[in-house]
């Protein structure tokens, strides 16, 4: 076919279906819930040059750490002079180098055109455990990264096609869901095999020529795009601060001033506090994710999300921070509860420039929950997130009860868990009395509580907003804050946010997430709702 | 007069009226503007096919009164929902799961009960089965003073764990009705099985449409009554199959996609005529195209939609509509159909829809106003539309307006030449379009060369070839008439029932006796469901399939019940070890893995019932030699293809004969379709006269 634009589009929108349907193999060959229930993974492909060319992520925290991450482990694979052959694979969690943490496993596969790399195909998958000091790998304490489960340098996982037994056996035998472990690495290596099948059909169609000057008009499309949607902004600068919680630390800060200039943004986050031995320093990538999650919302989120969108915003995170901390500096909650709070202080930030398409915060956390034991003979773990209060809008309130900003993964039915684990769900409400007061209110937590049927079983929490509420805009209330509660021998006692307890049979933990903060002064609301608020029973009390 | 079966469905600008006589086999044909009342389309169709002397014997309807009801927030009943103490919220958080990743304002579907109409109820049923709290008379009653006060129409029960025994929903309900003057369901009644959202949601939907569904039925009903007597009348479900009146009312969430079924089941019947047992359905119109499956002569049904629900690039948003559980055709759809407007984008990029010019003003060719190219427009300059009119010459075409808006709108902003930009577009919407081929095939574990693509809808035969060809698809079907093919298959239907079990064993837990225990069970009903319908025992068939999952997975596949194993006092027992070794294959074939060594856990028993219904039948036609008649032969045209521009016969399909043969490059125009033909293909007109198209080498 003649025609450049056209040869072009249809490769373009073909590398966006390739990373999709590699994204659905992946579900699809995925043995655990996580991956094949929630959809904690992420796939994409690159060019010979590690730029990204099309992502299919389905949770935001995977944008923009996955590509970071790949430039860094191949840029180890030719340091350590790692030479890549047709058919291999290379495997790698090392957060410093992969750009999330420890549970996140990235395989990387070359797709050969001849004798030469032209392009990869990668993909990104959370396990569930992957050893550690707590099922879920996610301990509250910890203070190195040792402490958080198995390390992986770039390794080939694959060689010429044949998977590595040994390393198989060795990373599964590290977690305590090792049979869950292979059938999530066998259908990562599934969707990198199919991604790379697919790009040199592409390549066998078009041509290497074809397929490269597609791939750049691509990334200079996409950086045209955002280039074009960033230029609408006012040329002004906004700033925010805010913090993270840890019991023992106080004055967690973190602070960033975002500046646009032209169809430019610079974001500098100095001010931030330095890393901390505590499991909330976010990687460099982590970091990353929250300022494209933020870019991607307030410009057109459906430009194709490749390198040129990269290309418009500078980035300046200061080494040795709590936002690009350094090996071996503990990192599993940076990803859920740091990336978390770096959107909200983003959007706050950005609120300057953009005010019309910024809600108020949200309940700011992932609220995730980690258990497991040993019941009949086997271990078992249980991870799951749970959903917050949205922040009001200007003209509508926040959504009760929903997933915010860096994460949207599924809840587990009830009735499944009450079957499958030596659990219970005794409640699972909206909490009343959370949601943010404001012209609009914030949208209200939820209160979901865990009944314990063995003995000997380890609970971790991990959330956040126990001590700092979800703020509101323009006069708006804060959303009511992270409550976590324990039921022992029938009394009530709270219990910190972050922490691993041993509970035994009997035992109820209840989970009350925080809500969003409101839009404008309460006492603007207007009537209807303010009935509707008190029917309803959701909104803040005095 | 001609006793005949009539289909009617109604879409949302033209209502089909397909009619079809038992006897002579003839059928006829016409197309109504809708009407804003369902009710009078269905009855003006009728009257026109009388006073063409159709006499009404079964009328056969697929409606959109659920789906619109849904989609619009209009006429909602004001529902109740009495649900477990703790478990007040479960209707409206859902999943938790937003439906838009990177929409900041993104809103959830306004819940079908609200909040204050929500009640919680002091009771317990474990997991096992047992009561742990009963329902306590004094509550129910507090319960019932609130509802009665909020003026609720419906209610409807959902505890938690009720898939496992209904005995708590039961009381509730018996309560209530001694209580209250309004209809009260059952979640574990409608849909009993585990996964408490799911069950809310799909008894709630079912409660919200009961008033709706009852309201506009009854008064079809009783219209049709008054003015042809009682015939029967048989709704379209989501399944493909047919329910009667009293069925959809009962059961409303059967006949929400009542629409989009009736295309693949014409597919089936036409897969089965010619012995062709693996069909990917396509059909493009002129603002969708949709992909379905049948596999080994069985359709590819997803058991839980979104309805009213959302898509992006062809797969459903999960949390954007309201999940109902009932076995539905599961197509993939994108918004490419003849009126998608091709546009240059402030990247400079090419892109074909989602936008379509629709039927007004439709294309630019129309000339009705239409001023943006669109993917009709690019057929025409490619020499692949008659360059001079459509529908047998009652629609004249512009083809210069077509180059025209093609010419200034896309080839020269681009600096392209005219042909390379309408073969461009056609080749963007094509790469679309085998996308969600793709994902009806590949994604859900088969492989498309393996299978013959069926053609229709008004447009879809024009693009078919392209897109066998991008997909290794060597054979394709373009049945006679394309444009109504889907509308035939309202008249191809059979009654259908679902009649489901829960069970939540493993195999190790239940053995094959007390699998055909609970299958006696629901035959049981079924069987009295059919008498008390009119119908005799023995034309009842069953189809029996469980719903099975290693343990600890939350998803689960649908796997067919074969008889064997033990006798038992049940009769022939069910062979358990086949059931496991297939759901193991299937799981492989589906995910790519099995795990022979994990148990497997039963979650439901399924059992379809089918009656057959009166049907249309096709008849073989008159059939010539393997060349062409010359008459058929109407003008040969130069047709752009992706590589070259070729020297083109064109043919008229209402003139070939069975056996005649057609060598690509061709045209073949009819009155509602036009099928291309391109060099490396050779069609064939069977005996049905469908034209079966094969790829040379």
């Known amino acids: ?542 | 007069m001609a006793a005949s079966l009539i289909g009617i469905d109604i879409g949302g600008t033209f209502t089909d009226i397909v009619s079809y006589d038992e006897k002579t086999h003839d059928f006829s044909y016409l197309k109504l503007p809708s009407s804003p009342r369902p009710e009078d389309g269905v009855m003006q169709g009728l009257k026109s096919m009388k006073s063409a002397g159709k006499q009404l014997h079964v009328l056969f309807h697929s409606t959109t009164v659920a789906t619109n009801a849904l989609l619009t927030r209009t006429g909602w009943p004001r529902v109740a929902l009495v649900t477990t103490e703790g478990f007040r919220d479960v209707l409206e958080i859902g999943r938790q799961k937003r439906p838009e990743l990177y929409n900041l304002k993104v809103e959830r579907p306004s819940p079908i009960v609200p909040r204050h109409l929500r009640f919680a109820v002091r009771e317990r049923t474990g997991s096992d089965g047992s009561v742990e709290i009963p329902v306590s008379r004094e509550q129910i009653e507090s319960i019932a003073a609130e509802i009665k006060k909020a003026g609720a129409e419906v209610i409807c029960i959902s505890f938690l764990n009720s898939y496992s025994n209904q005995r708590n929903e039961h009381e509730a309900q018996g309560m209530l009705n001694g209580l209250l003057d309004m209809p009260v369901m059952c979640s574990s009644d409608i849909d009993p099985l585990p996964k408490e959202f799911e069950r809310t949601s799909t008894a709630a939907v079912n409660s919200l449409l009961y008033p709706i569904a009852s309201a506009y039925l009854g008064r079809l009903r009783s219209l049709v009554d008054d003015e042809f007597g009682h015939v029967p009348i048989y709704i379209m479900q989501s399944d493909g199959g047919a329910n009667t009146i009293a069925g959809a009312i009962e059961k409303p969430i059967s006949v929400i996609e009542s629409g989009p079924a009736s295309g693949v089941v014409s597919s089936l019947q036409a897969g089965r005529l010619l012995g062709r047992e693996n069909l990917i359905t396509f059909d493009m119109g002129g603002t969708t195209a949709k992909a379905g499956m049948i596999q080994n002569g069985i359709v590819e049904y997803s058991h839980e939609f979104e309805a009213a629900g959302k898509t992006h690039s062809g797969r459903s948003i999960k949390g954007s509509g309201y999940p109902v559980r009932f076995p539905f055709i599961d197509l993939a759809e994108t918004s490419s159909g003849g009126g998608s407007i091709a546009w240059i984008d402030a990247g400079g990029a090419v892109r074909v829809g989602p936008v379509s010019a629709g039927s007004i003003p439709g294309p630019v060719c129309y000339g009705k106003g239409g001023t943006e190219p669109t993917i009709t427009d690019a057929n025409m300059v490619t020499g692949r539309l008659n360059q001079k009119s459509l529908l047998s010459g009652s629609m004249p075409l512009d083809r210069y307006a077509s180059s025209a808006a093609i010419r200034s709108k896309i080839a020269l902003p681009l600096s392209m030449e005219e042909g390379d930009a309408a073969i461009g577009i056609i080749a963007i919407a094509n790469n679309q379009m085998a996308k969600i081929m793709r994902i009806v095939s590949i994604e859900r574990g088969y492989d498309p060369r393996r299978f013959d693509l069926i053609a229709f809808g008004g447009a879809g035969p024009l693009h078919a070839a392209e897109l066998a060809q991008s997909l290794g698809i060597g054979s394709i079907i373009i049945p006679p008439s394309p444009g109504l093919f889907s509308a035939l298959g309202l008249i191809s239907a059979d009654l259908k029932r679902e009649y489901k079990a829960s069970v939540m064993k493993t195999t190790d837990e239940i053995d094959g006796s007390e699998i055909m225990g609970y299958f006696s069970i629901l035959e049981r009903r079924a069987y009295s469901d059919a008498v008390a319908d009119g119908w005799d025992k023995a034309g009842v068939s069953f189809i029996r399939t469980a719903s099975v999952q290693y343990s600890n997975q939350g998803w689960e596949l649908t796997i067919p019940v074969r008889p064997g194993g033990k006798r038992s006092r049940h009769g022939h027992g069910v062979d358990t070890t086949g059931l496991i070794s297939d759901f193991n294959r299937k799981h492989m074939q589906v995910y790519g893995y099995s795990s022979p060594s994990d148990p497997v856990n039963i979650v439901s028993l399924n059992l379809t019932s089918v009656i057959s219904l009166p049907k249309m039948r096709r008849v073989k036609m008159r059939s010539g030699s393997s060349s062409a008649n010359t008459r058929a032969r109407t003008e040969e045209r130069n047709v752009i293809f992706a590589d070259r521009e070729r020297l083109s016969q064109v043919y008229s399909r209402e003139l070939l004969q069975s056996g005649n043969v057609i060598q690509g490059p061709a045209v073949v125009e009819q009155y509602d379709s036009t099928t291309l033909v391109p060099s490396s293909w050779k069609a064939r007109v069977d005996g049905y006269g469908d034209l079966v198209m094969v790829r040379r080498g």
Not at chain 1, 63 to 76: Q, R
Not at chain 1, 192 to 197: E, K, Q, W
Not at chain 1, 257 to 281: C, H, L
């Open chain 1, 1 to 542: 076919m003649k025609g450049n634009p056209i040869v072009s589009e249809i490769i373009k929108s073909s590398l966006t279906f390739c990373s999709e349907e590699m994204g659905v193999a992946l579900r699809n060959s995925a043995y655990s819930p996580n991956i094949k229930d929630r959809m904690d993974h992420s796939c994409a492909i690159l060019d010979s040059g590690g730029r990204l060319l099309a992502q299919a992520e389905h949770i935001p925290v995977h944008l923009g750490s996955l590509p970071w991450g790949l430039k860094k482990t191949l840029e180890y694979v030719e340091r350590e002079g790692m030479e890549l052959f047709k058919g291999d694979m290379v495997i790698v969690n090392n957060p410093y180098l992969s750009g999330t943490h420890l549970n996140d496993i990235t395989v990387i596969s070359p797709v050969f055109h001849g004798n030469s790399i032209v392009a990869y195909s990668a993909n990104k998958a959370h396990h569930s455990d992957i050893g550690g000091k707590v099922p879920g790998s996610i301990p509250a304490d910890a203070t190195e990264l040792f402490q958080e489960g198995i390390i992986i340098d770039p390794v080939k996982l694959v060689n010429r096609g044949k998977i590595d037994n040994n390393i198989l056996s060795l990373l599964s035998s590290n977690s305590r869901d090792p049979y869950q472990r292979k059938g999530d690495l066998r259908a990562q290596i599934a969707a990198n095999i199919l991604g790379g099948r697919r790009l040199t059909s592409l390549l066998a169609e078009y041509g290497l020529r074809s397929f490269e000057s597609a791939a750049e008009s691509a990334l200079d499309y996409s950086e045209k795009m955002t280039r074009l949607e960033i230029a609408r902004f006012p040329d002004k600068s906004g700033e925010a601060t805010d913090v993270m919680e840890m019991p023992g630390m106080d004055g967690i800060v973190m602070h960033v001033v975002v500046t646009k200039k032209n169809d430019s943004i610079t974001i500098d986050y100095s001010g931030t506090s330095s890393q901390v031995r505590a499991p909330i320093n976010g990687v460099y990538g982590v970091t990353l994710s929250a300022v494209y999650y933020v870019l991607k919302c307030i410009t057109d989120p459906d430009i194709m999300m490749n390198d040129g969108c990269f290309r418009p915003v500078t980035v300046n995170a200061p080494s040795g921070t709590l936002l690009n901390p350094t090996f071996p500096y503990p990192v599993s909650a940076g990803n859920t509860e740091t990336s978390m709070r770096n959107a909200d202080l983003l959007l706050r930030a950005f609120y300057a420039l953009v005010p019309d398409r910024i809600p108020a915060s949200c309940g700011g956390s992932m609220n995730n929950v980690m258990i497991g034991g040993l019941a009949g003979g086997r271990t078992w773990s249980f991870y799951e997130t749970n959903a917050v209060g949205a922040g009001a809008l200007n003209g509508r309130d926040g959504i009760d009860g929903i997933h915010c900003n860096m994460t949207n993964t599924l809840n587990t039915p009830a009735e499944l868990v009450e079957v499958y684990y030596p659990l219970a769900i005794a409640g699972y409400q909206f909490r009343e009395g959370s949601g943010g007061k404001g012209r609009w209110r914030g949208g209200a937590g939820v209160e979901r509580s865990y009944l314990i049927k063995s003995d000997d079983t380890l609970f971790t929490v991990m959330a956040e907003r126990e001590f700092h509420g979800p703020l509101g805009l323009e006069g708006g209330g804060e959303g009511g804050r992270t409550e976590v509660l324990l039921n022992h021998n029938g009394r009530t006692q709270r219990i910190p946010s972050k922490c691993t307890l041993s509970l035994s049979a009997g035992d109820i933990v209840t989970v009350r997430t925080a809500g969003g903060g409101g839009f404008g002064p309460y006492a603007e609301r207007d009537r209807a709702s303010l009935e509707k608020d008190t029917r309803d029973r959701l909104v803040a009390r005095d």
